[in-house]
């Protein structure tokens, strides 16, 4: 293809995104924008499908019968979420089965916030409550991404997400009016999934190699300063509303701004986690594994059965 008419392509490709057109999978895209969404899309069903882990770690010792079986309808709301968005990657030219492959040989990566520990039940309420409802943060402005397949996952995929967050909400609340060793309860997740929470949304926007060519993509609508901002003044009214307190003695209402001001984060940390040297990064990676291993002889029977009755 001669130079010419590569750039009329990308002209008329960013001409589309400009225009808030959706770019379909049979439509024209550059090489680096395919790249871009395998990389963001696969990371997030990754996240989703990791993100069960330390959730099931609870569903035996869920503290009753309703917890048991709202904690067992979200792992499933999560495990449909990653095929999703693994079908998504799929549409852009790649197996499913090489993307969990990159997953398990540490090429791509996943949600540091996956790699704490669950220790108490009040850690299920800090996961909805905070991680979801960070999450949410991010995927309502990627029901508005420019790559079409992506964008309509998220749609439904954000309704579920809002319930999760109204269940960590609710643990969370119902811990803050129950004894005291259960208010400490809470209030120790809240120390503990604080800050990486913030974490979720990614290097600040001075450090990140993506933000900008995203944002130009519209493959992303906000920066993640942007995100992790609007989390914090839609989180700290809900925190003193239920009693709890933000562990950050930095945090106040700036009223020039608009927006609270708050503490630096330790990003460093955030980088040993991502970089697998997290409490659990092999503890996950190691479970995923095992789960593709041992489920090995299903898929060859399914295949073997579908093509029985195909012939």
């Known amino acids: 293809m001669d130079t010419l008419t590569q750039e009329k392509l990308e002209e008329k490709f960013q001409a589309k995104i400009d225009a808030d057109i959706k770019i379909e999978p049979n439509d024209w895209m550059p090489d680096t924008y395919r790249k871009t969404l395998i990389r ?74 996956f790699n704490y520990p669950t220790l108490t039940w009040a850690d299920i309420g800090a996961i909805g409550w905070l991680v979801d409802g960070a999450a949410i943060m991010n995927q309502v402005a990627l029901c508005r991404t420019s790559y079409g397949p992506y964008a309509r996952a998220m749609v439904k995929i954000c309704k579920e997400e809002s319930f999760h967050q109204r269940q960590g909400y609710e643990i ?19 120390n503990r999934f604080w800050w990486p929470a913030l974490m979720m949304f990614g290097p600040s926007d001075g450090e990140s190699k993506h933000t900008e060519q995203s944002m130009r993509w519209r493959i992303k609508r906000h920066t993640n300063d942007e995100l992790r901002q609007s ?51 092999k503890e996950r990676i190691d479970a995923r594994v095992k789960a593709k291993e041992e489920g090995e002889w299903v898929r060859e029977a399914a295949m073997a059965y579908a093509k029985k009755h195909k012939s």
């Open 231 to 281: 989390f914090v003044d839609a989180s700290v009214p809900q925190a003193e509303l239920i009693g709890l307190k933000i562990p950050d003695p930095n945090l106040k209402w700036n009223e020039a701004r608009g927006h609270y001001d708050f503490g630096a984060i330790d990003w460093e940390e955030f980088w040993q986690v991502v970089g697998g040297n997290g409490p659990c990064n």
């Open 40 to 113: 963001q899309i696969s990371q997030h069903a990754h996240s989703e499908i990791v993100g069960m882990l330390p959730e099931g770690n609870w569903i035996t010792r869920a503290p009753s019968l309703r917890r048991k079986a709202v904690l067992l309808a979200k792992v499933q709301d999560e495990a449909g979420h990653g095929l999703y968005l693994y079908s998504a990657t799929e549409t852009l030219g790649v197996s499913r089965e090489d993307t969990i492959d990159d997953l398990h040989s540490g090429k791509v990566k996943y949600s540091s916030i």
């Open 172 to 190: 969370m609340t119902t811990l803050m009016n129950g004894t005291e060793a259960q208010r400490e309860m809470a209030q120790d997740a809240m």
